[in-house]
């Protein structure tokens, strides 16, 4: 009885911390200890509220946003993808990858050091081997010699699955990928020898608002073993490709950015009810509407809004209108052109960027070239991510979009932060992917040597504990 | 919906369509006229006849097989099934069907586009709900005729995928001739369609540059799209939504305008509202959907397609006990026979195509395992042909499961008795049971073999389908067969003969009542196969070597100096001759009789009939071809040729003058000119020999280059007044040179064979039978480019060094027409022998049958006569103990000209009637 009665009361604290957590945006300690702490939601970066996130598979078993989902079925059961566990992650083997150069990316780097993986997680970084690591019924791979990076992840990526423009009306909130997802795709498997672990998986861009994506492992033949969160991020695109659809409301800039804020206004609209309803100042249930459902999560901020934009006047807009205006947790897509010039007012603002495929660009003016990621991140961009916008650069190439840059300027250290934990900090995944820490997904792979090198290449990759590409032993796909 | 219990005494009058099928049956009996009677005095108390089917096997597909099985019918309900009934032939409205084969439910379609005229979908709108398939249902479609001859007697018509939301589909058990709504719908508002796949956002388009002036600019285009459509449409169904959006609303809410700060972006809807004319019947059909009052159907193939399918079950809560929900399609599923357990969904299946899933080269196996796998599981689950407007091959390929570890019982459940619970239609349909209405279907074999063909069809009793023949005159017999080959590589199981005059009038499957007709004369072959009497190509049997001229005498040796084509073998034949009996009694109803090939014209064939008992009834062919040898002066055939051209000029000037009215001009034509002499020397010495492979090329240059110098029509182009003067010895080649019948050939070798039969084919434009002997193999495409057959004669294989040469193998692959001589007397009883030893070395039983039976009658002109059974042929037919050339198979009776010759053992009973169950009347 006892033991029920601390359950739950445990329980209540867990679900009172995360729904403060989730509400208010604020860290979980912060929570814990001062729930009279005022969030502010709009300004700069001291009051950041989303990193690090809860695990979002604390907050809810399934990863997903409960109050996304429309209030009718009585907590019917989860979908397949995510009610149960991810098989894969249960029986993963115990693992140590031992003798290799460790880069664990967050804590410096281990020589000579052993990677313990068990349950599909990390388990535990040792500065050397223990001696009875067979005895402990550890597989152990031998990585003398040889690097050990955590997984990349990637945050603009198209490659999960199919059919992601469907391209009738400019605005499309009410589409989701998760239902397209394609689980171990070739080109999947192509990421995996990459050393790509992780995708934020998009629709668009076709469309200024093209739909909810969602952050799926490369590794696994389910969409129970490979989803990660649905959804994902939110994608936008101000302008350039949806140009292209024409003729409609939104043939110009302004039209455009006036659909678009009209929707998320809309969204604004619904996500207050929710959360009036879910705080009990409302008594008034939000009808149900899949247009308009998971913007709750987004104004909540547990969802980034991913902007396909690039040049000065876009990056301009991108600031004032969804994180000025909506507060929205947004990472600029691409930030391409001159919108790199930007870089201090997008700093100051706390807003993420994911740079890329484009690395540089040519400044007619000085006769010279310039090194966007060194830009961005000259200007105090935290958090710098690049990206491939696979399959537009192939997936697997994502190393070569950080070669890029570090020459074109960025430092190494940065570089490599920007295909690890930064991308997982923009998605709120910072605590559970990104770096070789204990506790955090083993996702981990071993490369000849350091990856900013386009001589060396992939040996082996684990996703969430299980061998998914092995060089040793089967054909090289990269 | 609602049925009489009773019906209408009896229906004959009422239903012409069911008098054509089936009176024609009753009518061969003399029985007829006391049945009718006794039908019309027999009226039951409750009005309704009864009928009685019975059968070899009856398959309830209710857990029961019952053997020479009965159902008892009336009114169109079944009221007993077993082995044994309270009823009896000849009680007043009592009416008995014995058939032969195997008697199944009705199959049911689960799914199909049968019936609907135009579009399958409403493609106003991508959801439409509330629209009726039943609205686009033209019962008079033929496709449900189709479908019944296919054994279907049930289909649910669908709106198909084409639709997010398609549509009401019904359950239509059509039968034939005009009906009741009530009796043909069995179940309105069957089921709901929804699309998850591909095809709901195919046909759509997405502006490029300017809007497109079409309806189908619009969503979706994607399966984002489709399943937004869908969980929204649910959400509206289910009254989850706003009032504001609610469909009825929607239209009047322009998206930009007059919403205050800014209007709903997301429906666009200005210009088209997907729910624009529809009313509120569109949500009720898909609410009472969700709230299980109909079931709901969700199309999804790959397995994304699947676990999407699941997902919009577990939001809206779609799970429950009681609720129908059938996943639809499915060809993914391997993987998730569980999650489809635990749900209680049903799983509607496309029976072939079987879409191998994305890794076929992981598993080559994936689909067709399903079935199996989900009756393991004991997940329910039915076919469908979908989307298809033709018929459904339901039970072909269902067969593919079998294959796969599907049993029999559980297939053949699923296409009736599972497929009519899912439907909810298994109170009126789907088993053979105690009070479900009569649908059967008669199959000539099991279900799943290729035998098992739907050879009569019953719905509520009723004959709606029947392969067999629909009028038997009287005096005909009846031959029943386990299987009748007719000889030109047809087959037909269970079948019957029937024969009247000598003639065959009919092959093919048997009439429904064996029990009648009294005056007709039944041979009951039922553990027999009939094949068509078997074909000599070549045989001397009969031939009196006395009457026969020096020439062609087989003793004289001589090289054909004296050979004259005139004579004929013919002459020389004793039709009394007791070889003729040992060949009817080897099966061979017809010898080629032929001179052997003792000069270079040795002479011509004569068809004959062996078990004929006049020289007249013999005789089928007085000539049938002309045998050749390969050292044949041309010259003869040139003149011959010339002789014809002269001739015909003659006759068409004259025929041109006749119908011109004026006399033929004396002088202005001249006589024809003496064709050219051609030293012909050269020619028949180079060939009395065995020529080298270049002497024979070059002998076949140098004819043919003489037959292009001067070409018989340019000698005789000038038209002559008189007739050439008559000769003998040219009119017998005439024939030849008409192509009316062919030259036999024989050469020394191979390479002879071929420069010869070129120049017969090619210049002289003979239908040439070559028979060669040696390694006819290396010839035998060069013989199929001339358009020449081959008579091949034992050894049919040969050892050549280090190589064994099958010949029939090697004619057959090269598709040439051939055919098998005996070239001998009695003895040719043992050439199906040698056939059979060939058949087994690996050449098909099938082809070697055609080689003996229709192949020798179309190569020598007799086609029309013999060599198959077909209607209007001569009803040569041969019995056998088992199929043709197994190595235990005896002949057990022969019949020619309808009369049975002899015949072994029970099998043949005559002037009785047989009830091939056994017993008195099969109870």
């Known amino acids: 009885m006892n033991v029920l009665r601390v359950r739950g009361v445990l329980a209540e604290i867990r679900a009172l911390s995360g729904l403060l957590v989730r509400r208010m945006g604020i860290p979980l300690a912060a929570a814990l200890l001062s729930s009279a702490l005022a969030p502010s939601r709009l300004a700069g970066k001291d009051a950041r509220p989303w990193d690090p996130l809860p695990h979002p598979s604390a907050a809810h078993p399934s990863g997903q946003d409960p109050s996304a989902r429309h209030p009718s079925a009585e907590e019917p059961e989860r979908s397949s993808a995510a009610a149960r566990p991810a098989r894969s992650r249960a029986a993963a083997p115990p693992t140590a990858i031992v003798g290799g150069k460790v880069v664990t990316i967050t804590r410096g780097v281990v020589e000579g050091g052993a990677v313990l993986l068990s349950g599909g997680r990390i388990e535990d970084v040792l500065p050397e081997a223990p001696g009875d690591l067979g005895a402990r019924g550890y597989a152990v791979v031998d990585a003398a010699g040889l690097w050990v990076l955590p997984g990349f992840v990637e945050v603009h990526s198209h490659i999960g699955g199919s059919d992601i423009n469907d391209m009738v009306y400019p605005i499309n909130p009410g589409f989701r990928v998760v239902d397209n997802i394609l689980p171990g795709n070739p080109l999947l498997e192509r990421a995996q020898a990459g050393g790509v672990t992780t995708i934020l998986f998009l629709p668009g861009s076709g469309t200024n608002l093209s739909g909810f994506g969602a952050i799926l492992k490369t590794g696994g033949d389910t969409l129970d073993d490979v989803l990660v969160r649905s959804p994902g991020a939110l994608k936008v695109s101000q302008g350039g490709n949806p140009e292209r659809r024409g003729g409609d409301l939104g043939s110009s800039q302004m039209g455009m950015t006036t659909l678009l804020r009209s929707a998320l206004l809309e969204g604004r609209r619904h996500a207050e009810r929710v959360e009036a309803f879910e705080s009990g100042r409302s008594a008034e249930r939000p009808p149900f509407d899949p247009s308009l459902e998971n913007f709750a999560g987004v104004f909540r901020g547990d969802l980034p809004v991913l902007v396909h934009t690039q040049g000065y006047l876009l990056v301009h807009q991108t600031m004032r209108l969804f994180h000025d205006e909506l507060g929205l947790r947004v990472i600029i897509g691409h930030g391409t052109f001159e919108g790199s010039e930007l870089s201090p007012e997008v700093a100051r603002r706390g807003i993420r960027v994911a740079n890329g495929p484009r690395q540089l660009r040519f400044d007619r003016e000085r006769g010279s070239v310039v090194g966007l990621a060194r830009r961005w991140a000259d200007g105090g961009v935290e958090d710098l991510c690049v990206n491939t916008d696979a399959g537009v650069v192939p997936q697997e190439e994502l190393f070569f979009q950080a070669a890029m840059a570090v020459r074109l300027g960025l430092d190494e250290e940065t570089a490599l932060r920007a295909i690890t934990i930064h991308g997982a900090r923009a998605l709120g995944l910072g605590d559970r992917l990104g770096s070789i820490e204990e506790g955090k997904d083993a996702d981990v792979v071993v490369w000849t040597g350091n990856p900013l090198d386009a001589r060396h290449r992939v040996v082996l990759t684990l996703v969430d504990g299980r061998v998914v590409y092995d060089a040793r032993t089967g054909p090289r796909r990269f | 919906m609602i049925r009489p219990m009773t019906r209408p005494a009896y229906r004959l009058h009422l239903r012409p369509l069911r008098l054509v099928l089936f009176v024609p049956l009753v009518l061969l009996s003399a029985l007829l006229v006391l049945a009718v009677r006794a039908e019309d005095a027999g009226r039951g108390r409750d009005g309704a006849e009864t009928i009685l089917i019975g059968a070899d096997l009856v398959l309830t597909a209710a857990g029961r097989a019952v053997r020479d099985g009965w159902i008892v019918v009336r009114g169109g309900r079944i009221v007993h099934v077993g082995d044994r009934v309270g009823v009896r032939e000849g009680e007043p409205g009592v009416r008995v069907l014995r058939v032969r084969g195997v008697l199944a439910p009705g199959l049911i379609d689960c799914g199909s586009g049968i019936g609907i005229r135009g579009r399958a979908a409403e493609e106003a709108s991508e959801v439409t709900p509330g629209v009726r398939v039943r609205d686009s249902v033209d019962l008079d479609h033929p496709g449900f005729r189709r479908a019944l001859e296919a054994g279907v007697t049930t289909v649910a018509v669908s709106a198909g995928a084409r639709n997010v939301i398609g549509g009401l589909g019904v359950v239509i058990r059509r039968g034939v001739g005009p009906a009741r709504i009530e009796d043909v719908v069995l179940r309105e508002d069957a089921f709901l369609d929804v699309s998850l796949v591909e095809a709901a956002a195919a046909g759509n388009v997405a502006p490029r540059g300017s809007p497109p002036l079409t309806i189908y600019y619009r969503i979706p285009n994607t399966r984002m799209g489709t399943v937004f459509l869908v969980r929204r449409a649910f959400g509206e169904a289910l009254g989850l939504t706003a009032e504001g959006t609610r469909p009825e609303n929607r239209s009047k809410q322009a998206p930009w305008v007059g919403s205050g700060e800014v209007a709903s972006p997301f429906y666009n809807r200005a210009k088209r509202a997907p729910w624009v004319g529809f009313e509120g019947f569109e949500v009720d059909a898909l609410a009472a959907a969700l709230r299980g009052e109909i079931p709901l159907r969700l199309r999804a193939d790959d397995r994304r397609e699947i676990e999407t399918a699941f997902r919009i079950m577990d939001e809206f809560g779609l799970s429950w006990p009681g609720l129908s929900v059938s996943i639809v399609g499915a060809a993914e599923s391997l993987d998730l026979v569980d999650e489809l357990a635990r749900r209680r969904s049903s799983l509607l299946l496309h029976p072939g195509g ?284 040139r003149k011959a040729k010339d002789y014809r051209a002269r001739r015909e000029a003659f006759e068409s000037e004259r025929a041109k003058r006749a119908r011109s009215g004026t006399p033929p001009e004396r002088g202005s034509l001249k006589p024809p000119e003496k064709p050219p002499d051609h030293p012909p020397e050269k020619v028949a010495e180079t060939l009395a020999g065995e020529p080298a492979q270049d002497q024979a090329e070059d002998l076949a240059r140098d004819l043919a280059e003489d037959a292009t110098e001067t070409p018989a029509e340019q000698r005789a182009e000038k038209p002559t007044a008189e007739p050439p003067e008559k000769d003998d010895a040219l009119e017998a080649f005439l024939p030849l040179l008409d192509r009316s019948i062919p030259a036999v050939v024989f050469a020394p070798s191979p390479e002879a064979m071929l420069p010869f039969a070129r120049t017969l084919a090619k210049d002289f434009g003979i239908r040439v039978v070559a028979a060669p002997t040696g390694r006819a193999d290396r010839i035998v495409a060069e013989l199929k480019g001339l358009g020449a057959g081959l008579l091949l004669s034992v050894p049919l294989e040969l050892i050549d060094e280090f190589e064994t040469v099958h010949l029939p193998r090697a004619a057959a692959s090269e598709g040439i027409r051939f055919a098998f001589r005996s070239g001998v007397a009695a003895g040719g009883a043992g050439l199906p022998a040698q056939v059979g030893l060939a058949v087994r070395a690996g050449w098909s039983s099938r082809e070697a049958l055609i080689a003996m039976t229709s192949a020798p009658a179309e190569l020598f002109g007799i086609a029309d006569r013999v060599g198959s059974i077909a209607e209007g042929r001569d009803a040569d037919l041969v019995f056998l103990s088992d199929e043709p050339f197994a190595p235990t198979v005896r002949v057990l009776g022969v019949m020619t000209g309808g009369e049975m010759r002899f015949g072994a053992g029970d099998m043949v009973t005559r002037e009785g009637i047989v009830n091939p169950a056994g017993g008195e009347d099969g109870r």
């Open chain 2, 354 to 637: 079987y879409p191998r899933g994305r890794r076929p080269e992981a598993d080559p196996d994936y689909t067709p395992r399903l079935p199996a796998l989900l009756a393991r599981a004991h997940v329910p689950f039915a076919f469908a042909s979908l989307d298809g407007p033709d018929v459904p091959l339901l039970r072909e390929r269902v067969a593919l499961g079998l294959r796969h570890g599907l049993d029999e019982a559980t297939a053949l459940h699923a296409l009736t008795l599972g497929a009519a619970r899912i439907l909810g239609i298994d109170r009126r349909t789907g088993s053979i049971e105690r009070g479900k209405d009569a649908d059967l279907v008669l199959l000539a074999g099991d279900p799943f073999t290729p035998d098992g063909r739907a050879e009569a069809v019953f719905v509520d009793g009723e004959l709606v389908h029947h392969e067999g023949p629909t009028e038997v005159a009287e005096g005909t017999t009846i031959i029943l067969a386990r299987r009748v080959h007719d000889g030109k590589g047809g087959e037909h199981p269970a079948g019957i003969v029937l024969v009247k005059g000598g003639k065959v009038r009919y092959v093919g499957p048997g009439p429904l009542a064996a029990s009648l007709g009294r005056p007709l004369a039944i041979v009951d072959a039922s553990r027999a196969t009939v094949i068509p009497g078997l074909i000599d190509g070549g045989s001397s049997a009969g031939l009196r070597v006395d009457m026969l001229g020096p020439a062609i005498s087989p003793g004289s040796g001589s090289a054909g100096a004296g050979a004259r084509p005139e004579l004929r073998v013919a002459d020389a034949v004793e039709p009394g001759d007791p070889d003729f009996e040992t060949l009817l009694r080897a099966g061979f109803t017809t010898v080629l009789l032929s001179p052997d090939p003792v000069g270079p014209i040795s002479g011509e064939v004569s068809a004959w009939k062996t078990g004929a008992r006049s020289r007249e009834d013999a005789l089928l062919s007085p000539r049938a071809a002309l045998v050749l040898r390969s050292d044949l002066r041309i010259d003869e055939l």
